[in-house]
């Protein structure tokens, strides 16, 4: 969850829940009141605020900072290390490559005068064929596992014009769908949470003979899913046998045996 400045007005945005918006749909959303009530409750509580702070009141003006950005990153060689990470999803070099995935020694990010330069193991490098940079992923840190650099929707290079599409949660997702060898294509938003354009959806909607959704199967992929079916009637898919998401599915039960609990799923939605 964040805080922001945009236009001189503080927002939040809350990613796992999806609410966003300012401070009367914050207090709203927390006390479970109507406009009335939480225009008024802001009132009040203002003013008890005020009525016990002793001395000087002195109201802080926050700023927005400028965020760091990607400016520039280093390749290095496959070893074995990435090897024992995809290949348990059951994503081999052929999968990486197709879907133009880099190991990196290193990114640098800028922000201002001030340079941060990142190094470790489990680096990868999303790339357009046009050769840009797109994310970074790091699969192995707790916080900012992905760090978008630009715009893409991933997938949209690698169709193949096959009868169906699915919409997957991740690019990792995708990547191990494909690899299960379904007479389907696949794309992903940057995440969940962020909906893919409208134009994009529509076109594919007259593009395949049927699209569906495979986001992960908690609260927040669930959300995310059914907004594409409120919005635009693409059925969604949720694959759970214990793990939140298909690839990890893949990981603890194998690609064979998540591939039988996930064909009959995929045609029976197919046929609805």
Known sequence: MGFFLKNGKYLFNDFSSGNKGDCLTLVKLKYGLDF?????????DYNIWRKNSSGNIIIPEYTQQSKYKVTSHEPRKWNLLDKDY?????????LLTEFIVKPLESYTMTRDLEDMTITGN??????KRNGQLFKIYQPKVDNLKFIKVGDHIQGSEQTMNRPFLVYSS?????MSLISLRLN??????DSENTFLPQSVVELDINTYQKVLVLFDNDSA???AAYKYQDKYGITPVFLNYGEKDLSDHIKVYGAQKTKQWLVPLIDRKLNE
């Open 184 to 189: 389907l294509d696949s794309k992903a938003p």
């Open 221 to 223: 992929g669930q959300k």
């Open 170 to 174: 991740s690019l990792k997702d995708l």
């Open 36 to 44: 009335h009530s939480t225009c008024t409750k802001i009132v009040n």
């Open 122 to 127: 489990h680096i990868y490098g999303y790339f």
């Open 86 to 94: 995809w290949i348990g999803y059951n994503i081999g070099s052929t």
